[in-house]
């Protein structure tokens, strides 16, 4: 990811990278209105945000083979591109991401911090949508449990992306805290400070939540064709 160097994020383990303004305003926009159109009862609503698996969610009894469809087209330009451009999933086994997550966030909701497992090549690309939050980074200790104050935190804008890959995708875990508003934000505690563009907005120390639904593109290494996955199935039931 050699286009990528001025963008990453040196305090973490190798690597992340975060880069502001990834779409535009009105790119976001379209995404954005792109995703309050799909049928609320494909949504999974959990009780602290709701996800959606996108082209599907993934099967078998191991739940990590994704059925082989394209991503809907809302999801594909202009961030497949771009991801293309800068080499984000060169080495990945599908040169591409095959597989996104939309996680929509109230003010107030999180996710607890969780590792994204075996089911993906390495390599997460995450872009915001329409409000800010703040990734908490945790390490593991000696026993392999999660530290239980974050080492790192990262801010991500509205509009950004955030890439982890590396031993930040296998040795760490991240989760997002419930909070309404966040708190403590300056260069002495988010690592991205110096990458972001809209220093301003946060410069007061505190930043308060508005709605935010995140892309989380991976590739799924096992990807199952339809005649195959029928057969895949009838053996499981
Ligand atoms: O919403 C986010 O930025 C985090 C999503 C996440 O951690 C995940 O999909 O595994």
């Known amino acids: 990811m050699a286009e990528l160097q001025s963008s990453r994020l ?17 790119q976001e926009a379209l995404i954005l209105e ?17 996800l959606l698996s996108l082209p599907s969610q993934l099967t078998g009894t191991a739940r990590d083979t994704l059925i082989d469809a394209a991503l809907p087209r809302f999801l594909a330009k202009p961030i497949l591109d771009q991801l293309k451009e800068l080499e984000v999933f060169k080495d990945s086994p599908h040169s591409a991401p095959n597989h996104c997550l939309v996680n929509e966030y109230q003010p107030g909701q999180g996710i607890m911090p969780h590792e994204d497992g075996p089911a993906y090549h390495p390599i997460t690309a995450t872009v915001s949508l329409g409000s800010h939050t703040v990734l908490d980074i945790y390490r593991k200790n000696e026993e392999g449990e999660r530290e239980v104050t ?5 801010l991500q804008e509205p509009r950004s992306l955030l890439i982890t890959t590396g ?20 260069p002495e505690t988010i690592v991205n ?16 939540r508005e709605t935010r639904v995140s892309l989380t593109y991976r590739d799924v290494l096992k990807v199952a064709k ?8 009838n053996k499981k039931w």
């Open 10 to 26: 040196p305090e973490l383990p190798e690597a992340a990278y975060y880069i502001s303004n990834f779409i535009t305003a009105e």
């Open 34 to 50: 792109e995703v309050s159109k799909l049928p609320g009862g494909r949504w999974k609503v959990l009780t602290h945000r709701r």
């Open 150 to 154: 974050p080492s790192w935190r990262i």
């Open 167 to 186: 031993r930040m995708y296998g040795d760490t875990l991240h989760g997002i805290a419930e909070a309404q508003v966040d708190e403590n934000l300056g």
């Open 193 to 208: 400070w110096n990458l972001l563009t809209d220093k301003d907005a946060f410069e007061s120390g505190t930043a308060k």
């Open 226 to 233: 339809v005649g195959n996955a029928m057969k895949f199935m």
